[in-house]
């Protein structure tokens, strides 16, 4: 019989109701750490929209872990307990949070240096791992998702979802500013820096100004984007993407047509075309403004959750002018790698992400969910 020696509090996911998430907080119990896994003591954990998407998943979906569970995957904290396996992190040490891996020599997108393709990415990241949790009424509750589930005060992670960051973080408070960089700020930069190989004189298009397009747009100006254009429908967005470095906007609310009057727009701004639009949102008709205004031989980067939507494309255009169209899972990164450089940007001046983040009290997280709905905030943060 599983062991639960642990008392913790964590954000319980039960499926959806109403058309709405059902997630709630409560004391719970959790399992020692083996081997591989860290005991992480969870300062902060940003929300995602794929902690929002994937709960509210039907039950009994094929390939997803039966509720109760507990996502979260933007962590940042400090760490609590080792395995006996594990060599890279000790306790005390700052830590923040990203995805799992396999690591192994048979995957090609691992060695590679490309882990968000990796073979087991669905199981290691997805399907959470069950029996980590125990709940009040004495039921399992499922843990470890994207390695952490990180809505938790204590939470287990797997080692390859834990980046040591002691030395490159001053205090608590700058670790907490940091946690979405495990997901969201990592998503959109590495899709420009990483995926894309944004340079100077290129013209860049951002579909969708949250987290992820923002650090997008940062990403850009820091790589030298001539220009760079942040489509949106919330006006404080888009004033915002002005100042961390979009050079013009394009508010869709005013639009007949998302497809044709998006990409005339796109094309007043830039006659020849993006080089690479990168599209957040998952709405098709965005997708095709996007394929419809692409330079000779540019790139449409999908970022956004498409899983089950179609497009209706003339394979023509895509061979005669040379077009691409990528997909993106983690922007394209090594964690151990990427998140060093974007502290590295912050540091600089050049990777603003204080401008995206408010923070709220784990506890109310249904007024950060609200906000982020909303547009009131562009990258909640839960401080437990």
């Known amino acids: 019989m599983a062991s639960y020696p642990i008392s913790t509090t964590a954000i319980l996911t039960d499926a959806p109701k109403d058309g709405q998430v059902q997630w709630r907080k409560e004391n719970v119990q959790i399992r020692a750490p083996l081997e ?13 929209h794929t902690d929002v998407a994937l709960s509210m ?8 872990s039966p509720y109760p569970k507990v996502v979260g995957h933007e962590g940042a904290g400090i760490v609590e ?23 192994k020599d048979t995957c090609r997108s691992c060695v590679d240096d490309t882990p968000g393709y990796c073979l087991e990415f669905h199981v290691k990241n997805i399907f959470n791992v069950p029996d980590v949790y125990q709940v009040a009424d ?9 390695g952490q589930s990180s809505f938790s005060k204590l939470a287990i992670v797997k080692a390859t979802s ?24 990592q998503t959109g930069a590495g899709a420009v820096a990483e995926l894309a190989n944004i340079g100077e004189n290129d ?8 987290g992820v397009g923002m650090a997008a747009i940062m990403a850009a100006k820091v790589r030298g984007a001539k220009i760079i254009i942040g489509v949106d429908r919330v006006p404080s967005r888009l004033s915002l993407a ?6 013009d906007v394009i508010d869709t609310s005013g639009l007949s047509s998302l497809v044709t009057d ?17 599209d957040t949102t998952g709405v098709v008709p965005l997708i095709e403004a996007g394929l419809q205004s692409l330079h000779p031989r540019g790139q449409m980067v999908l970022i956004g959750i498409v899983n089950g939507k179609t497009l209706d494309i003339d394979l023509g255009s895509i061979m005669t002018f040379g077009t691409a169209i990528r997909g993106c899972i983690e922007g394209n990164a090594r964690p151990s790698k990427f998140v060093p450089q974007m502290i590295e940007w912050y540091r600089q001046g050049k990777f603003p992400i204080e401008k995206l983040a408010k923070t709220y009290p784990a506890e109310d997280f249904e007024k950060a969910l609200h906000d982020m709905h909303t547009g009131a905030t562009i990258k909640p943060i839960l401080l437990w």
């Open 242 to 247: 002005k100042e961390i470095g979009a050079t």
């Open 36 to 48: 591989d896994e860290v005991l992480v003591r969870i300062i902060a954990s940003g929300i995602c």
């Open 138 to 146: 004495g039921k399992a509750a499922s843990g470890l998702f994207f």
């Open 57 to 64: 998943m039907p039950p009994e979906s094929p390939g997803f």
């Open 203 to 210: 013209t860049v298009v951002v579909f969708g100004l949250g």
């Open 81 to 103: 307990q080792v395995g006996s396996g594990i060599t890279h992190v000790k306790a005390g040490d700052k830590v923040l949070l990203s995805f799992d891996y396999c690591g």
């Open 162 to 185: 834990t980046l040591n960051v002691s030395s490159l973080v001053k205090d608590e408070e700058e670790l907490k500013l940091f946690a979405p960089m495990g997901c969201g700020y």
């Open 262 to 278: 998006l990409a005339a727009k796109i094309r007043e701004i830039a006659p020849l075309g993006s080089y690479a639009t990168f």
